[in-house]
């Protein structure tokens, strides 16, 4: 799985003029330093969906659709939406070898998420409320929807920007990654979620913060 490459969006803009998708492969990357980072994303994501212990997860914002295709490897159902059609397609092409449903995935603006007569058990929802304008409202959106458990994911800041800076990349913006519009620490991000979920465990891989929460109510 970890060896697939995936068709990327290369950070193109959907309507709405958001940044879409990867701008690179990050999770096929040769580069050593980006599979350190992503191998310890990928052991604090696993580690969190082992504790939910799901039969089934629906990830809003699900890229080109890698995590949806490794889930479904590993025999959990998994489907999910993004608010790109383009993205869509991509994710639809990305898992077609590998026998994943068409309708595993389908396009929706997180604001517009409603709940169904069955809950989503677990929501995942990583690297996303940094590009919306309202996380909050986007927050709620995915209490609509939850089940049982959520896990969210956002860059850890200011740590993000100045490894960007390290790099040399995005300075013009000071290590701003493009479409990057709300900032948190780890800290800070804990108190804006705790107004709408209750955290039950916090994981830290460089440079992210990464949340299991549970739904209130």
Known sequence: MSERKLKVSGGATDDYGLVVGNTFDKYGSGNPIVKWMMKGFDSAISELVDIANPEAIYEVGCGEGYWILKWRT???????????????????????????????????????????????????????????????????????????????????????????????????????TPGHIQHWSSRSFQDFVSQVFEIIEVRQPLPWTMLLCRRRG
């Open 74 to 176: 590993k025999g959990i159902r998994a489907s999910g939406c993004d608010i790109s059609q383009q993205v869509v397609e991509l994710a639809r092409e990305n898992t077609a070898l590998a026998g994943v449903p068409e309708e595993s995935f389908e396009q929706c603006n997180i604001y517009d998420l409603e709940r169904q007569s069955d809950p989503k058990e677990l929501v995942v929802c990583c690297e996303v409320l940094e590009h919306i304008d309202d996380p909050l409202r986007g927050l709620e959106a995915l209490h609509r929807i939850a089940g049982d458990f959520v896990i969210l994911s956002v860059p850890r800041e200011p740590l993000w920007r100045a490894l960007n800076v390290v790099r040399g990349k995005y300075l013009h913006q000071l290590g701003n």
